[in-house]
């Protein structure tokens, strides 16, 4: 089976510091993989996608993640944080081999301060 | 870009009513919409799976019984709590793909629907 793992609940950083928020994922084949935002009071949102091709993908907000296939790892990451950036955020995996339903990890909260 | 309409945003009710949740595709065609639970600060738990004219495909664990989901058209996904009780209060979302886009791997999102169940 599909699953994606999010290592830690809770993530603080500096603004204007470097952020990671780490996935990590178990998959069948190829993975589809994904990162989606939600912010308060508000639904979730796309970010960014792994199908294929660069392993690095940039995405929304200046977001971007790093797939690395030896280390099975999809982490979001963002050179400068900022206050607007806390959320929360889900790592996903599409299974596409069984019927193309969507596996989200656990959430990870990050709060940027000030 | 594509919008997903989730309605009511939330819904109170008395323990053994049932709720209707909505969920509209407002822009696009979705073959397939998803339902997902999520506890606070938890994740998004999948609970099924909704194709359009056929029967939602449940996730193990999942009373199908208990949430009835209906998808009778292309742009309309039902989620029905019957019988609700305390246990069953969460946040409820649902979630749809664009038939119209060829590899359709990008999900949309409804804003959620927090039910409570006194």
């Known amino acids: 089976a599909q699953s994606v793992a999010q290592p830690e609940d809770q993530v603080n950083v500096a603004e204007g510091n470097p952020l990671t928020v780490k996935c990590t994922y178990s998959v069948s084949g190829n993975p589809y993989l994904f990162w989606y935002v939600q912010y308060p009071n508000r639904g979730l949102q796309f970010l960014l996608k792994y199908i294929t091709g660069d392993n690095l993908v940039k995405g929304s907000y200046g977001f971007e993640a790093e797939f690395n296939k030896s280390q099975t790892s999809f982490h979001l990451k963002k050179p400068s944080a900022l206050v607007s950036d806390s959320a929360l955020y889900f790592c996903a995996v599409r299974d596409v081999y069984t019927g193309n339903q969507f596996y989200f990890g656990t959430g990870t909260s990050l709060t940027v301060i000030p | 870009g594509a919008v997903v309409s989730q309605h009511p945003s939330r819904v109170i009710c008395k323990s053994g009513t049932s709720v209707k949740i909505e969920c509209r595709s407002l822009d696009f065609q979705a073959t397939t919409m998803f339902w997902y639970r999520q506890f606070p600060k938890k994740s998004l738990m999948l609970m099924a799976t909704s194709n359009e004219g056929s029967k939602a495909t449940y996730e193990q664990g999942v009373e199908k019984d208990k949430f009835l989901i209906n998808h009778a058209s292309l742009t309309l996904s039902t989620l029905t709590v019957t019988s609700a009780h305390p246990e069953d209060s969460s946040f409820y979302i649902c979630?749809?793909?664009?038939?119209?886009?060829?590899?359709?791997?990008?999900?949309?999102f409804g804003s959620g629907t927090q039910l409570s169940v006194l």
């Open positions: 979630s749809a793909r664009d038939r119209q886009i060829a590899t359709n791997e990008k999900l949309f």
